[in-house]
Structures are given as structure tokens and as C-alpha cells.
């Protein structure tokens, strides 16, 4: 049986990630969950340790015993819910890495990349399953028919979609939403990909993983979603964002 992971990185998210949490199984797809936790201050990585206690003392004995001596899940119990702890704050792209290692690591064959805030539906889940399949990555795009984003000023969205168009002509990739989040790889292509030598740690990270997949000649999708601009905490996006995909679309072309 194919085996799924929702990889979801953390910082300062208490506000969202239990709603998250139980709206992601609430979708009945049997996907685990693996929190990667920068040590956020608010707390979120004791409430999500709390979550998890309680959902291991819901489960039948075996699935329990099973799951804490091999650290990894049980089917027959049901999804189950991990947690990285990392010690400093080192970016999305560094949580993302280690949330990849970790499910190539423990054996599964899907691995979701999907922001902890809201902004990206769990609702569409069960779309990317199916969408996977036939494809090696499936990103949610916002920038194609049935797509869109709520929330955003037009400033904000002009500039994402100029970040996207820059870095199409500069690496001669056909997607139109290179910057979104949302995504389900194979374990294929992170295995194929080396890991360790992703530079990018910003919103760049997602431009470099799509064109290391893409370099692979792997085969990439691109699924509609709406995206929705977070309603609880504050937004991780700024300028030292911009110029880092500015002057990594040029290094990842060079080959740098």
C-alpha cells in the first residue's frame, strides 16, 4: 500500500496548527503528518507534542508499540502524527529538506510539501493523490484557469507574478506558479534529487526544487487551487525573499 506525508514547517503557528491538524484528517486519506518545528516561541512544538500524545493514547496497543519502537507509522491505526524539533529558526527551505529526509527515511512513496497557516485548503488533497499517479511532482498553481488567490493586494500579486514570469524566462521552465507551496513529489525525486546541495532557503527553494525536478526529466503537473492569504499570525513574506530569487534564478542557470 502507497504511503503519504504531509510535510508541514512551523514557526510561531499555535494559532492554526491543531485547526489544521484535524482538517487534514478529517479528509479520511489515511496521510500522515510530520511537523518540522523551529523552536517557535509561541509554543507551537509543545501543543503539537500534546496532540500527538493524545492521539497515541487513542490507538489500539499494537499500533501504539509499533509506532513509537520503529518511529514511523502503522497503517492499520489510522494516520498517524510526527514532529521534528530543530533548535534555531533556519528558513522554510532547511524544514522542507529535513521533512524530505525524513520521509524518504521512513519508506513513503508521496510526500506533500503545505504551509501551516491555511493558505493552503486541505481540501485539495485528495486532488493531488489523484493527480500524482500519473505525474512524478503536482503543484497547485494559482496561475492557471480555475486557480486564483484571495487576500492579496494587487501590488503584492503583480509582484509574485513577475517572480514568476522572471524566473520562466530565465530558466526556461513552462510552469506558470513556481513559487507556490503546495506540492506532492514521489519519493522518486527526491531521491534522484541531492538534497544537500539545494542552496535556496526562501520562496526560491520551490523555484529550485521545480527546476531540479524538471532538469531530471521528470514529469511535473500543474493542479488549480485558490490560495488563501493566512487570517491568524503573521505572514513570512519580505524583500530578502525577492532578492534571493532575483540572484538565485541566475546561479541555478550558471550552474553555480
Known amino acids: 500500500m502507497d504511503r503519504g ?31 518540522v518545528d523551529d523552536n517557535s516561541p509561541d509554543g507551537t512544538g509543545q501543543l503539537v507534542e500534546d496532540l500527538r500524545k493524545n492521539m497515541l493514547a487513542r490507538r489500539p496497543p499494537s499500533a501504539v508499540a509499533t509506532m513509537v519502537g520503529e518511529g514511523r507509522s502503522f497503517s492499520e491505526g489510522g494516520p498517524q ?17 529535513a521533512g524530505f529526509k525524513w520521509a524518504l527515511a521512513n519508506n513513503y512513496d508521496y510526500i506533500f510539501e503545505m504551509d501551516a497557516d491555511f493558505s493552503h485548503q486541505p481540501k485539495y488533497l485528495k486532488d493531488f493523490l489523484s493527480a500524482i499517479k500519473d505525474y512524478d511532482l503536482v503543484i497547485g498553481s494559482r496561475y492557471i484557469k480555475g486557480g486564483g488567490i484571495q487576500g492579496w493586494s494587487k501590488i503584492r ?43 535556496s532557503n526562501g520562496y526560491m527553494f520551490q523555484i529550485e526544487m521545480t ?21 491568524q499570525g503573521k505572514s513570512k513574506f519580505n524583500r530578502k525573499i525577492i532578492w534571493e530569487a532575483i540572484i538565485n ?5 550558471l550552474g553555480l
Open 157 to 199: 500579486e503583480i509582484i509574485s507574478r513577475l517572480g514568476c514570469f522572471y524566473a520562466q524566462i530565465i530558466l526556461g521552465l513552462k510552469i506558470n506558479d513556481l513559487t507556490g507551496g503546495f506540492k506532492c513529489y514521489r519519493r522518486e525525486v527526491l531521491a534522484e534529487i541531492d538534497l544537500d546541495g539545494v542552496q
Open 81 to 97: 502524527l510526527f514532529i521534528l524539533h530543530r533548535r534555531t529558526k533556519e528558513g522554510l527551505g532547511r524544514a522542507y529538506l
Open 249 to 253: 534564478c541566475w546561479k541555478l542557470r
Open 5 to 35: 506525508l504531509v510535510i508541514l514547517p512551523t514557526y510561531n503557528e499555535r494559532e492554526n496548527i491543531a485547526n489544521l491538524i484535524k482538517e487534514i484528517l478529517a479528509q479520511n486519506l489515511d496521510l500522515d503528518i510530520l511537523i
Open 211 to 231: 527546476y531540479k525536478t524538471f532538469k531530471k526529466s521528470f514529469k511535473i503537473k500543474e493542479m488549480p487551487i485558490i490560495f488563501f492569504e493566512r487570517s
